[in-house]
């Protein structure tokens, strides 16, 4: 098992190029499914949620892998079970059962795995599908669906999931009839998979709005697409220029999408500026903690909360984070105390006293993006650093050490 290992007390500067999204990615590699011909995607990010994907897509027909560059999907004769072997690290194995339903009228996947941040139940993907035409049951760990041809229906979700939106966008686009989705979650991911699925054919409007209308069509085509670009990868690098008082340019950036993220870290000092060359991020004054509430977008994402709470901590004054998606995201709070940070949790609530000078100490990541905030941490923090169980860091960020190594940061990948 690997881990990293943080002389802190490094200014970051230099440049940075972000990846492509991790959490476009896999849509839109698993709507690839539905496709009729071949599907080449451009700036898909190396990662191991996106290796188990494209294991995923061969095992239930379609090859598919790297090529340079580029993921190729080739068309295959579908088969209907996405195994537990395969999915029950990856959260987004659930998405196959729009598709499968959508294709062949059939699914078994296993109930999905992931970080463990709290509850993220799949009922309302299920209960929308059923509005469908789609007939479920639960047996022993998979869920068993099938339907005689998916029909249009007008959808209200509950709250405005993104699995489930994502979910129901792939199986109207072939459902018979004409599909309205309300309260549908807005995230750019979502919108990339809609573009993604109107270049396949597909007859999508309103993405990016809280309600989206689909016409369903007979098939969809094969076609080359360009993944959006990963803004929770590109706020992470503006929390590390930030926390390290640095100067980086971050290439292949998403700016308009991490407005809200933009604002808070403005708030905090943080100098974010845009042209030709990259987006600019400059800490070259005292920062000031801020309070942030995680909202849907275009709220402050959830993804975020760990990052900025690491950056607060050596901030000057006082703030409350309040995480309102969900329940179990203040995990990475300990690890934080273990390093001086000075955090008081309260339910929902997080209150930061910042002013601290972290202190390098071994940390234990329980999921992605608590991974990022010891990293952060680690960075800004006098001595040694260890992150321990970095598998969970590897499922979102591609070649961080490598990256921060060329900005300056002293980080080192170890086998144990």
Do not use: W
Not at 41 to 49: A, G, I, S, T
Not at 76 to 91: C, H
Not at 289 to 310: E, H, K, N, R, S
């Amino acid at each position: 098992m690997d881990k990293l290992v943080i002389e802190g007390g490094t200014r970051l500067e230099g440049e940075i190029r972000i990846s492509g999204s991790k959490n476009a990615s896999l849509p839109i590699l698993i709507a690839s499914l539905m496709s009729e011909g071949n599907v080449i995607l451009e700036n898909v990010p190396r990662l191991r949620d996106i290796k188990t994907t494209i294991e995923l897509l061969t095992l239930l027909g379609c090859e598919s892998g790297f090529s340079g560059e580029e993921v190729l999907v080739s068309k295959g004769s579908l088969l209907p079970e996405a195994p537990y072997e395969l999915v029950r690290t990856m959260r987004a194995s659930v998405l196959c059962l729009g598709p499968l339903l959508a294709k062949i009228g059939k699914a078994k996947v296993a109930l999905p795995g992931g970080c463990a941040i709290g509850s993220r139940p799949v009922d309302l993907h299920l209960r929308a599908l059923e509005q469908m035409g789609a007939v479920f049951k639960l047996e022993s760990g998979y869920i068993l669906g099938s339907c005689n041809g998916l029909k249009g229906a007008h959808i209200i979700f509950d709250f405005p999931t993104v699995g489930g939106t994502e979910n129901l966008l792939m199986a109207a686009s072939l459902a018979n009839g004409e599909s309205m989705l309300e309260n549908a979650a807005r995230e750019p991911e979502i919108v990339d998979l809609a573009e993604f699925l109107n270049s396949c054919g597909a007859r999508i409007s309103g993405h990016g709005t809280s309600v989206i209308r689909i016409s369903g069509v007979s098939s969809l085509e094969g076609c080359r697409y360009r993944v959006m670009s990963d803004r929770i990868e590109a706020g992470t690098y503006m929390a590390a220029g930030a926390i390290t008082r640095g100067d980086l340019v971050l290439t292949n950036c998403p700016f308009h999408e991490l407005e809200a993220v933009i604002s808070k870290f403005r708030e905090m000092g943080v100098k974010i500026s845009s042209d030709a060359g990259g987006v600019r991020v400059k800490a070259d004054q005292d920062l000031s903690c801020v309070d942030v509430v995680t909202l849907p977008y275009p709220g402050f994402p959830t993804d975020m909360q760990a990052q900025i709470m690491a950056v607060m901590c050596v901030a000057r004054g006082s703030g409350i984070i309040r995480e309102t998606i969900f329940e179990n995201r203040f995990m990475h709070a300990q690890e934080l105390i273990r390093m001086g940070a000075r955090i008081k949790l309260s339910g929902q609530n997080a209150v930061v006293r910042g002013g601290v000078l972290l202190t390098g100490a071994p940390v234990m990541a329980s999921d992605l993006r608590a991974s990022a905030s010891l990293v952060l941490a680690g960075l800004a923090a006098r001595g040694k650093t260890e992150v321990q169980r970095i598998y969970h860091l590897d499922r979102g960020y591609e070649n961080m050490e490598k990256k921060l190594s060329a900005a300056g940061a002293r980080i080192t990948r170890i086998s144990e």
